[in-house]
């Protein structure tokens, strides 16, 4: 079903752009910032 997986790509990318806006006002360390976002990739791929 490639329409839903366009779709659900979009709202990842988007929902990322906004954590890691959130992670760059915080002060998050960048592999810290990495290692979840590959940890929330694993569960959702």
């Known amino acids: 079903m490639p329409d839903l997986q366009s779709l659900f790509l979009h709202i990842y990318d988007y929902t990322w752009g906004v954590l890691w806006g959130a992670g ?5 360390r960048p592999h810290e ?8 990739a ?3 791929f």
């Open 33 to 40: 910032f990495m290692w979840v976002k590959r940890y929330a």
């Open 24 to 28: 760059i006002n915080r002060k998050i």
């Open 42 to 44: 694993s569960i959702v």
